[in-house]
């Protein structure tokens, strides 16, 4: 069983930036594919960007694009989603989650393992 751990939601106002970072106390992220999804109240939960494990690629969907980065750190075992120019619609709960094999990258039912969540409000 993978564990992650999800940080960095917040209350942010428009225009603004946070960082959210994904780790893992009980394994080794470096051999999964990382991705993020986003759940807003009564919606689903909707593919944000994934990372390949070695970090060599990286997908996003069109609403983030330009906008967001996701980025990983094997060293420190860490995957991360700077968020940049945040709008109210961006508002969340982002989880992370991890695969092994790859294709598909927005379908979640290819992810194998979930975090928590982590809150992100945007509004003024």
């Known amino acids: 069983q993978v564990q992650l751990v999800e ?3 917040g209350l942010v106002q428009p225009g603004g930036s946070l960082r959210l970072s994904c780790t893992s106390p009980t394994s080794t992220l470096s ?17 944000v960007s994934a990372i390949r494990y070695n970090g ?18 094997n060293a420190k075992n860490t ?16 989880y992370c989650t991890v695969r092994e094999d790859s294709g598909s990258w ?14 992100v409000t945007v509004s003024s």
């Not at 051999?31 to 593919?47: D, T």
């Not at 069109?62 to 906008?67: A, L, P, Q």
């Open 79 to 94: 995957a991360y989603l700077q968020m940049n120019n945040l709008k109210p619609e961006d508002t969340a709960i982002y």
């Open 7 to 9: 940080s960095g939601g």
């Open 31 to 47: 051999i999964y594919h990382v991705g993020w999804f986003r759940q807003a109240p009564g919606k689903e939960r909707i593919f």
């Open 106 to 119: 927005g379908d979640p039912n290819q992810y194998i393992y979930w975090g928590q969540g982590t809150q």
């Open 56 to 73: 060599a690629d990286t997908y996003y969907a069109d609403s983030v694009k330009g906008r967001f980065t996701i980025s990983r750190d």
